[in-house]
């Protein structure tokens, strides 16, 4: 089974600074696809990034980009120039490249950004 | 366009009781599912639809029945409600079950 671990249930960072917010998975699959996904105090789930496993270039989304390194099965997110509006919970989901869905998620960062 | 819509947002049980959350999506997405969130445990999958006339379970389906009679439909129906079931649930959708799925606002339930 697959699983997604978060080692850090809460995180601050001052604003116009940068922050990485670690994501480990365990998997024996080969293709699978890595998300990041934002929830701020609205409680709304918001795409914030996606890998694909079979790509080497990291992704990248304005002031967001990961740290995909496979062979250490880690998926890190990197903000750049926080800003208040990055304050949320954050998970790492991890999905298997097969049909039916296997969306797994990690238990979430709670990210600060201080004035 | 709505995208992903969800009610209610709020809802109140008491033991034993049935309720049905309702979702709806107005993107002709094939794939749907529910979570449900619980404080330090992320979101963890109860059932999921790859097309109309389609359910599947998914990590946590005791307690929950859900069908797909429409694309744009998918309720998670609570047969007897319990106090284990009070939890955020959200609704999410996708072009497919292997595309990033969109999620709608959520419903918070409290069993008591």
Sequence with gaps: AQTVTQSQPEMSVQEAETVTLSCTYDTSENNYYLFWYKQPPSRQMILVIRQEAYKQQNATENRFSVNFQKAAKSFSLKISDSQLGDTAMYFCAFMTDNYGQNFVFGPGTRLSVLP | ?112
Excluded at chain 2, 31 to 60: C, F, K, N
Excluded at chain 2, 69 to 96: G, I, K
């Design chain 2, 1 to 112: 366009n709505a995208g992903v819509t969800q009610t209610p947002k709020f809802q109140v049980l008491k033991t034993g009781q049935s309720m049905t959350l309702q979702c709806a999506q107005d993107m002709n997405h094939e794939y749907m599912s529910w979570y449900r969130q619980d404080p330090g445990m992320g979101l963890r999958l109860i059932h999921y639809s790859v097309g109309a006339g389609i359910t599947d379970q998914g990590e946590v389906p005791n307690g929950y029945n859900v069908s797909r009679s429409t694309t744009e439909d998918f309720p998670l129906r609570l047969l007897s409600a319990a106090p284990s079931q009070t939890s955020v649930y959200f609704c999410a959708t996708a072009p497919s079950g292997l595309e990033t799925q969109y999620f709608g606002p959520g419903t918070r339930l409290l069993v008591l």
